[in-house]
């Protein structure tokens, strides 16, 4: 598995633990799973850029 893979599923991983915190009706863990999702995202798209590796 590549790095941009990894990356996209965590991101998935992410936006179904984001859906399953909106339907416990916990606001809190849903806007700090977004948060972590706007973080991969931004990885991912360096990773596209070239530009490094963030999280490593």
């Known amino acids: ?25 916990l606001p809190t863990s849903a806007y700090i799973l977004s948060m972590a999702l706007v973080e991969v995202s931004q990885a991912l798209e360096a990773s596209a850029d070239g530009e490094g590796d963030e999280l490593n």
Request: proline share 0%; aromatic share 0%; hydrophobic share 50%.
């Open 1 to 25: 598995m590549t790095r941009e893979d990894d990356l996209n599923e965590l991101a998935a991983d992410l936006q179904v633990a984001i859906a399953k915190a909106r339907a416990l009706n």
